[in-house]
């Protein structure tokens, strides 16, 4: 919960891009373990009322990507695992405020 309050604190005070903030709140050595198929990435994107677009705009990749990510036509590279991560912990109210 720490973690995510001082990602949020930086959210409302730094101008950065979102997508940094998201991966640099998960720790790297974790998010290279954790499993991702298509099932979870879209239930968890479902679960926090996400577009495939708002998805794709808060871990900065193409709506496309997110699109061959849940259908298993591609994985997602190491550099967006983090991100995926840390959505995992997330609340929509949070999510929603990432999108703002």
Known sequence: IA???KTLRQ???GSANTTDKI???ADPEKTTQIRLNPTSIKKHRKRLKLS???LSQLLN???NTV???EAGTSIPRDAYRPGLAELR???IKEVKTLLR
Request: hydrophobic share 45%.
């Open 61 to 63: 990749v193409s709506t």
């Open 11 to 13: 959210l409302k005070v």
């Open 23 to 25: 991966a640099s709140a």
């Open 67 to 69: 699109v061959r990510w």
């Open 3 to 5: 973690n995510l309050e």
């Open 89 to 91: 912990t997330m609340g």
């Open 52 to 54: 495939q677009s708002e």
